[in-house]
């Protein structure tokens, strides 16, 4: 089956940058949808960012538009997550999804695979 293993996660100061990486392997990362989800303490776990692996179209939720761009490498079959402008409010285990047709990119529910997570701090 589909592996994510994501990593890059730590503290970092409000202001700050941190990139995440999620590298994929079992299936061919071209033709994989791929999103980008968090879960801060106690909260759901919430839509970040996703791209579509035929257009490569991307969505973002609003609260990170503007700060966060999610890319992808297919020649390494890595999903990436820069975050600048980090907030204490960016806190979370960040999670690496994949599906082979996400039907809802923006649904957690739309994607068959996910990564263990990675930790992301953002103190004042």
């Known amino acids: 089956q589909v592996q994510l293993v994501e990593s890059g996660g730590g503290l970092v100061q409000a202001g700050g940058s941190l990139r995440l990486s999620c590298v994929v392997s079992?299936?061919?990362?071209?033709?994989?949808?791929m999103g980008w989800f968090r879960k801060a303490p106690g909260k759901e776990r919430d839509f970040v960012a996703a791209i579509r692996w035929l257009t490569g179209s991307t969505s973002y939720a609003d609260s990170v538009q503007g700060r966060f761009t999610i890319s992808r490498d297919n020649a390494k079959n890595t999903l990436s997550l820069q975050m600048n402008s980090l907030k204490p409010e960016d806190t979370a285990v960040y999670y690496c999804?994949?599906?082979?047709?996400?039907?809802?990119?923006?649904?957690?529910?739309?994607?068959?695979?996910w990564g263990q997570g990675t930790q992301v701090t953002v103190s004042s």
């Open positions: 999804a994949a599906d082979r047709r996400a039907a809802v990119p923006r649904n957690s529910g739309a994607y068959d695979y």
């Open positions: 079992g299936s061919t990362f071209r033709t994989l949808d």
